[in-house]
Nanobody, 115 residues
Framework: QVQLVESGGGLVQAGGSLRLSCAAS????????MGWYRQAPGKQRELVAR???????NYADSVKGRFTISRDNAMNTVYLQMNSLKPEDTAVYYC?????????WGQGTQVTVSS
């Protein structure tokens, strides 16, 4: 059974940085696109960044130039480096795996950016 476990969230001041990690169990990790989504209170879940099995990345316009997604296939882990954080980045961040059209989600990790 494949599972995703996020870590690295927390409270940070505006302008600060955090790095989120998502550890995947199961051998299929390296062959599947992975992504980070976020959901703020009262808002819909939105894509933050996505990375293909070949490490091609794309980002939401709101985080371009500030966030970087990467993956370590040997460690079955995907990362989200978040720099220059803003209060509007406050949300629960979820790791996602695209398992041949079926979405797998982690439990989420809270990121809170204070002004």
């Amino acid at each position: 059974q494949v599972q995703l476990v996020e870590s690295g969230g927390g409270l940070v001041q505006a302008g600060g940085s955090l790095r989120l990690s998502c550890a995947a169990s199961g051998s299929i990790f390296s062959r599947n696109p992975m992504g980070w989504y976020r959901q703020a209170p009262g808002k819909q879940r939105e894509l933050v960044a996505r990375i293909t099995s070949g490490s091609t990345a794309n980002y939401a316009d709101s985080v371009k130039g500030r966030f970087t997604i990467s993956r370590d296939n040997a460690m079955n882990t995907v990362y989200l480096q978040m720099n220059s954080l803003k209060p509007e980045d406050t949300a629960v961040y979820y790791c996602n795996a695209d398992l041949y059209g079926i979405d797998l989600w982690g439990q989420g990790t809270q990121v809170t950016v204070s002004s």
